[in-house]
């Protein structure tokens, strides 16, 4: 026997088996990302446990992380063991003047900042903080509100939605699904590849696979098993045969997608650790470019009152810096 009671996403870590009952506010979201809110500093090899053995149920069924949840759904939140938390870390000012300094576009519902490279989205898997816990030490009365609409690798910078209400956040989730109004969220990304890329070369299609190492490290490949997966791609910039700039535009949203597929295509991105050339890389780092190339930089969407949001963000000095040094080559 267990006290099972009703409560809402404010309320506290279980100790005890509880229930949620979905508002017409919450659902749309997946259940793994509810509960990464609803039980706040679990981490996030937890979450995904205590999903995949079933402790987590949906009117009485088992469900899996992508779940989205509908309204009236009723979810049994096991009781969770977790270190009596700290206080609250908090983060550098550096950081912070940087995020608020990034900030592209602010509205009642919804933020975009320019992302630094080398800052994780969220804390976790070893990092205190990230984006997000910054923003809402940034924010402190919206602390509860603020949600990451989608997600970049640490080292990619640019362009990244937070919403600030639940609303915008379903909004924009059905947008990047492609079931929303309009024609979806279009983003654009800069990557700085090896060697020349061919100009007839507008579309890379591979399938992708997430394949997890033995070190627990998590690595993309292509193949016939994995899920199908489209990258545009257009020339920006040649820099003779060392290097091109492109625009890479995902039709599909994979973890890794434009990293794999510019590898694929035969031409790594500079400076990418996982899935790049390291030839390549430190050519570009000797001439100053210390980070991962790939850049967010622009968003196109249509908000729930019809606006379009049309942002850009501009990917740096090193980066232009190191742009620079290339074309003098």
């Known amino acids: 026997m267990y006290h099972a009671r009703m409560t809402n996403a404010d309320s506290p870590m279980p100790s005890t088996v509880q229930t949620d009952l979905i508002s017409e506010d919450q659902a749309g979201q997946r259940i793994d990302n509810y509960l990464l809110t609803r039980l706040k500093g679990a981490p996030r090899t937890l979450i995904y446990r205590i999903l995949r053995k079933g402790e987590v149920r949906v009117n009485k069924g088992r469900i899996k992380p992508e779940y989205r949840l509908r309204a009236g ?37 919804l933020l ?7 800052l994780a989205v969220h804390g976790g898997s070893g990092l205190n903080f990230g984006v997000i816990e910054a923003l809402r030490q940034l924010f402190p009365g919206e602390a509860d509100q603020l949600e990451l609409v989608h997600r970049l690798d640490r080292d990619t910078s640019g ?90 535009r995902p039709i599909t949203g994979r973890t890794h997608q ?42 196109d969407a249509v908000l729930p009152d019809g606006e379009r949001l049309q942002v850009q963000a501009e990917p740096g000095e090193m980066w232009e810096r190191t742009l620079r040094r290339l074309a003098e080559e």
């Not at 975009?112 to 080398?118: D, L, S, Y």
């Not at 639940?166 to 090896?194: I, Q, T």
């Open 159 to 248: 362009c990244l939605m937070v919403a600030r209400k639940r609303s915008m956040l379903r909004h924009l989730h059905a947008a990047l699904r492609g079931d929303g109004p309009g024609n979806g969220v279009d983003k654009r990304y800069l990557a700085l590849v090896r060697g020349r890329w061919p100009s007839q070369v507008r579309k890379v299609h591979a399938p992708l696979a997430k394949n997890n190492l033995r070190s627990g490290e998590r690595m993309v490949e292509v193949s016939p098993e994995g899920k199908e997966s489209l990258t545009e791609f257009r020339v920006v910039q040649r820099f003779g045969d060392v290097a091109t700039l492109v625009e890479a």
């Open 258 to 299: 434009i990293r794999v597929h510019a590898r694929h295509a035969g031409h790594p991105i500079a400076g990418d650790p996982k899935y790049g050339d390291d030839g390549f890389s430190a050519v570009i780092r000797e001439m100053g470019g210390k980070r991962l190339f790939l850049h967010a930089v622009s968003l």
């Open 112 to 118: 975009v900042v320019n992302k630094p490279a080398g």
């Open 73 to 109: 759904d009723l979810i049994r939140i096991p009781p969770v063991r977790l270190p009596e938390a700290d206080a609250p870390v908090l983060v550098g000012q550096g950081i912070l003047n940087a995020l608020e300094q990034g900030i592209l576009y602010q509205s009642k519902g």
